[in-house]
């Protein structure tokens, strides 16, 4: 809003006022000043501010209400009006003919007034210079006398040329009513667009022929025209939320529509329209004014609201005195006079020290609890005048096991060398990766993006491959998020996991070893020692049915068990073929974990049980055998775990050889095993005792035979 400085102080004395100093007071009082523009007009150079204001603040955008807020900020009083002083018996015959309105039509207030002959529509240079400041190009007919008057005091008044309507009715006896319009009813609008209505919308009626659809915009059948010389004007407030529904239907937006979807107040609405023919007046002496219709709502009852001085030391804190050895809190003196200067009609309780305070009805949107009434404080007194100091906290929160467990868990996957990664829950509805059961909204905000995933791979994969598409390196990272799963609309189900993908790119393993890709078992390993590192035990179990969208390889994806049973996620390679689709690596590996059952297990497992490290030397030994090939490692090492005595620390498998000399359905395994004692040097004969036992336990649970 373009706010002239001539125009403002018209209705205040800022002259002693310097600019630097209104500009920090508006903006510390909330209204941010965007610009400071010079404009030119008639030769003369005017200082015009743009100022905006919040959106609970309609009661600040015009020039009378901006001004009442620079009046309150300042400390100034507010110059009246001349024309305001003949106002009092024109505004008690208005109210003489007051008639109540259905509260159900979304109109508080509807007063339509009559004004004859209007022969003359100059207008008067001082406006016109008026709307220059305020960057509006002049017309030089009725519509500067309204674009004025939204400006002045944010009320709009839409004209209608009355000789039009009662020749379309064919009658002088007319009556004006607000209704809602029937099904498919139409109305060509003064900007020559033809709207269809329907029972949702209101219309402004004269005998039942539509003038207007209320609150946005006039039928082009009745717009005023420079030969007007009979004006119907309307003056209305209108339900914001009404406006705002209308216009959306419509798919219409103008200034009127715009002023009301921040909602209006009747506080100042006659005023206004007396302003407004005041101002007709000065080139039409002989204008004759008729109030026709005056239809209002019931008068609201006044909102208290109580403000307590404890509250206020506790919210805005000591003020800033210089003197930091002694807190000074703002005094309850003041407080009144700033309320004072708010024009808020108040009671004060010595010895409570509390305010029971009035709320006017322009502050009834924005002024709706205690610590609105503390801000409007602060802002007045100064929010810089008071001490920046940190409140004191009496209890501090703690971290909850979800919390830790995500924190453990990024810490694990960080030093991996992974980064976080983040996505939308929703996903395309044509994807390059298709998951089964993927949920579909009903109302989606847009039509691209319509889905809930079902899984947070197939978009981990994507921004891997588009961000390859964008010549930039392959990236590896991780991902919490909610996955849904069942059907509408009752049968839903919603589950956090944590998913990741990683490989791709050459590694060096050892300072010895060239850079290689990342082998399958490898990758495995980092899955293995991030449960490690959470202190989990799982077991693995080869899955040869992947996800049914193909993102992962048939023969190379495992699930991932507890010790109890429960599913804790898959891990696996991409698919080749998805892969050579889009040029990705095909050494890539994904995962995906339920969040929930980690969480549940780390709170069971609670601290891992540390020991101290043995000064004892360590014992290794190779032990090789050919087993059959459906064996699995694991249960492997499980027996022989259970029978290696306390001494076994660590198994290791170091080689795998299929060939010629190896049977089929057999595999030759060698594995070191690392023998240790936290009490004692382990000699020679203990070691070979156990690995025989070992062996005869080889060869009688798995049929193995021992290679020397």
């Known amino acids: 809003m373009q706010v002239p400085l001539k125009w403002i102080k018209e209705l205040i004395d800022i002259d002693t006022i310097h600019l630097d100093e209104l500009i920090e007071r508006l903006t510390l009082g909330g209204f941010e000043v965007e610009e400071i523009l010079e404009v030119e007009v008639n030769q003369e150079k005017h200082t015009v501010l743009d100022i905006s204001a919040t959106a609970n603040r309609s009661d600040s955008l015009s020039i009378q209400g901006i001004s009442l807020?620079?009046?309150?900020?300042?400390?100034?009083?507010?110059?009246?009006?001349?024309?305001?002083?003949?106002?009092?018996?024109?505004?008690?015959?208005?109210?003489?003919?007051?008639?109540?309105?259905?509260?159900?039509?979304?109109?508080?207030?509807?007063?339509?007034?009559?004004?004859?002959?209007?022969?003359?529509?100059?207008?008067?240079?001082?406006?016109?210079?008026?709307?220059?400041?305020?960057?509006?190009?002049?017309?030089?007919?009725?519509?500067?006398?309204?674009?004025?008057?939204?400006?002045?005091?944010?009320?709009?008044?839409?004209?209608?040329?009355?000789?039009?309507?009662?020749?379309?009715?064919?009658?002088?006896?007319?009556?004006?009513?607000?209704?809602?319009?029937?099904?498919?009813?139409?109305?060509?609008?003064?900007?020559?667009?033809?709207?269809?209505?329907?029972?949702?919308?209101?219309?402004?009626?004269?005998?039942?022929?539509?003038?207007?659809?209320?609150?946005?915009i006039e039928s082009q059948d009745y717009v005023c025209l420079e030969n007007t010389n009979s004006l119907l004007i309307e003056a209305s407030i209108f339900n914001a939320a009404k406006i705002r529904q209308q216009s959306r239907h419509l798919g219409l937006r103008t200034d009127r529509s715009a002023r009301y979807e921040k909602s209006l107040k009747p506080t100042y609405l006659i005023e206004s329209l007396y302003r407004l023919i005041s101002l007709l007046r000065i080139r039409n002496s002989n204008i004759q004014c008729k109030v026709h219709t005056f239809l209002q709502e019931i008068e609201q009852p006044v909102k208290i609201i109580q403000l307590n001085y404890s509250t206020i030391k506790e919210i805005l804190g000591p003020i800033n005195t210089g003197n930091l050895s002694e807190p000074n809190f703002i005094d309850p003196e003041k407080v009144s006079q700033y309320l004072r200067r708010l024009n808020f009609e108040f009671s004060y309780q010595d010895l409570k020290l509390t305010w029971d305070v009035k709320i006017p009805e322009l502050r009834s949107d924005d002024i709706t609890r205690e610590i609105d009434l503390i801000e409007e404080v602060g802002r007045l007194h100064g929010f810089n005048n008071f001490l920046t100091t940190l409140p004191k906290i009496e209890k501090i929160g703690r971290e909850d096991i979800s919390y830790q467990t995500r924190k453990k868990i990024t810490s694990c996957l960080l030093n991996l060398g992974l980064n976080e990664l983040i996505h939308y829950s929703l996903v395309k509805e044509e994807q390059s990766i298709n998951i089964k059961n993927e949920i579909s909204l009903i109302n989606p905000l847009l039509s691209d993006y319509k889905k809930l995933r079902g899984s947070l791979l197939p978009t981990l994969v994507e921004t891997v491959a588009d961000n390859l598409k964008q010549s930039n390196r392959i990236i590896e990272g991780f991902e919490y998020g909610h996955v849904f799963s069942g059907h509408l609309p009752n049968n839903i189900e919603e589950i956090e996991y944590v998913a990741g993908i990683f490989g791709g790119t050459n590694e060096k393993l050892s300072w010895s070893e060239p850079e290689k890709p990342l082998t399958w078992f490898e990758a495995k390993g980092k899955i293995e020692q991030l449960f490690k590192q959470l202190n989990i035990r799982v077991y693995w179990k080869i899955n040869s049915v992947a996800l049914s969208n193909n993102l992962l390889h048939p023969y190379r994806t495992a699930e991932l068990y507890l010790l109890t049973g429960e599913n804790i996620g898959k891990f696996g390679q991409i698919h080749p073929a998805y892969a050579n689709k889009t040029g990705l690596s095909s050494e890539i590996y994904l995962f995906e974990f339920s969040l929930k059952i980690i969480q549940n297990q780390i709170q069971k497992n609670k601290l891992p049980v540390f020991q101290e490290y043995s000064s004892y030397p360590r014992v290794i030994k190779d032990l090789s055998f050919i087993i059959p090939t459906d064996l699995e490692f694991t249960e492997l090492k499980t027996i022989l775990y259970l029978n290696g005595t306390k001494f076994l620390s660590e198994i290791n498998l170091l080689d795998e050889y299929r060939g010629s000399s190896i049977p089929d359905n057999f595999t030759s395994l060698c594995i070191q095993l690392i023998f240790q004692s936290n009490e004692k040097t382990l000699e020679n004969k203990e070691i070979e005792n156990i690995i025989s036992n070992l062996q005869l336990v080889l060869t009688n649970s798995f049929n193995a035979i021992i290679r020397q």
Do not use: H
């Not at 507010?78 to 024109?90: A, I, P």
């Not at 509006?136 to 009320?155: K, S």
């Not at 009658?171 to 498919?184: G, H, L, V």
């Open 69 to 216: 807020e620079i009046a309150s900020l300042l400390d100034k009083p507010v110059n009246k009006l001349v024309y305001t002083q003949k106002l009092l018996d024109w505004k008690q015959k208005i109210y003489s003919k007051v008639e109540l309105i259905s509260p159900d039509l979304g109109c508080s207030t509807f007063l339509t007034v009559e004004v004859q002959n209007v022969n003359d529509l100059t207008v008067p240079v001082w406006i016109q210079e008026k709307l220059i400041c305020s960057g509006v190009t002049p017309t030089n007919n009725l519509l500067d006398f309204q674009t004025y008057i939204l400006l002045e005091t944010g009320y709009p008044f839409p004209f209608y040329d009355l000789e039009k309507i009662q020749r379309k009715t064919n009658t002088r006896k007319i009556s004006f009513s607000i209704n809602k319009a029937t099904c498919d009813q139409e109305i060509v609008a003064s900007n020559n667009e033809t709207y269809k209505l329907n029972d949702s919308n209101l219309i402004i009626q004269a005998n039942e022929v539509p003038i207007g659809i209320a609150g946005i």
